[in-house]
């Protein structure tokens, strides 16, 4: 049960909410606003085998009435799959004679051949193919309206009321951080230098970054994101965070873990996060190096603070800020 009620906190309510308002106001469109009505259709609508029913029909109807322009005109009915539903009949011509068939059939290819008849493509096909790519484009925009919106409900969630959220403070903290300047350590620039900071109560941290040349060239990705919170309640307590690499040279994306001190004495919460990588403690102006067949990503811990409250001390962070820089690596 525990397990269920943690796994249902940790599902996103914006975008469930989203999706589900979405799928009701398409089910209103669809059934009730503007629902799809046929009306006058014609028998190239019909299954295969129900077009060539209907042949047959037409056939038999000929026979008795003897109205070659009636005849033909429900030929024209079935359009593309007049031609196939005959053949069917010439091979099975079941309670009609062969020579029946092919009076019906001379008819028809005599008035067709005077008039320069050509059965057009048919519409139901072209129809649900121009309807299927619509809705694939309304869902993509849509996907990115969602997207741009959550991500701007993190961003200025609060901004009407005058609160600062905390992916504004990170935001700020960001551009105010000091990065290294590596050529000064005798070290060649990186191809990319990010500062990434997480703060209590940014429930939604997960940055990540491309890792790109001057060129253009796409080299990987990397970024951070909640390994492991600790205890219950909102706004959740970070005890852990994840920091990876993404090289597209590598079949293996390198991970390791930063742990507060609490999670790193803790044998329970070692042995659930060993599995995503290698533990680390994390420390203030802590170095943190990964590395992939082509690259390497130094993770340096700039700033740390722990949160303060019911929770053992050090148990989860109430801000880190890290530099994240990349080189090519070399041998």
Do not use: C
């Not at 030929?75 to 019906?104: C, D, F, R, S």
């Not at 997207?147 to 504004?168: I, P, Q």
């Amino acid at each position: 049960m525990q397990f269920i009620v943690a796994l249902l906190k940790k599902i996103p309510v914006l975008p469930v909410i989203l999706f589900v308002v979405g799928l009701l106001v398409g089910l209103a469109w669809g059934y009730w606003i503007d629902p799809v009505e046929f009306k006058d259709a014609t028998p190239s609508y019909l299954r295969a085998d129900l077009q060539e029913d209907y042949l047959r029909m037409t056939i038999d109807s000929f026979l008795v009435n003897q109205n070659p322009g009636l005849a033909v005109d429900r030929w024209k009915n079935l359009g593309v799959g007049a031609q196939e539903a005959y053949l069917k009949i010439q091979n099975n011509p079941g309670h009609l004679t062969p020579e029946m068939v092919k009076m019906y059939g001379d008819l028809v290819t005599s008035v067709l051949t005077a008039e320069g008849y050509q059965p057009e493509t048919s519409t139901s096909a072209s129809s649900f193919g121009q309807t299927a790519l619509i809705g694939l484009v309304v869902i993509l925009v849509l996907g990115v309206v969602v997207a741009g919106g959550m991500y701007l409900f993190r961003l200025f969630g609060n901004r009407g009321s005058g609160e600062v959220t905390a992916a504004m403070q990170a935001s700020e903290i960001n551009r105010s951080a000091a990065r290294t300047n590596f050529e000064e350590l005798g070290l060649a620039p990186p191809i990319t230098q990010t500062m990434t900071t997480y703060v209590l109560g940014d429930d939604l941290y997960d940055e990540s970054f491309s890792i790109d040349t001057q060129a253009g060239e796409f080299l990987g990705e990397y970024g951070v994101g909640v390994a492991e919170v600790i205890g219950v309640g909102e706004p959740k307590k970070v005890t852990a965070l994840e920091i990876w690499l993404f090289d597209k040279n590598d079949i293996k994306t390198a991970t390791k873990v930063l742990m507060s001190q609490h999670a790193f004495g803790d044998l329970a919460l070692r042995s659930r996060l060993e599995p995503k990588g290698e533990l680390v403690l994390v420390e203030p102006h802590v170095q943190i190096l990964l590395e992939t067949a082509t690259l390497q990503l130094l993770a340096t811990v700039v700033d740390l603070d722990y949160g303060k409250g019911p929770q053992p001390d050090g148990s989860y962070f109430e801000r880190i800020t890290l530099e994240l820089a990349i080189w090519p690596r070399q041998g």
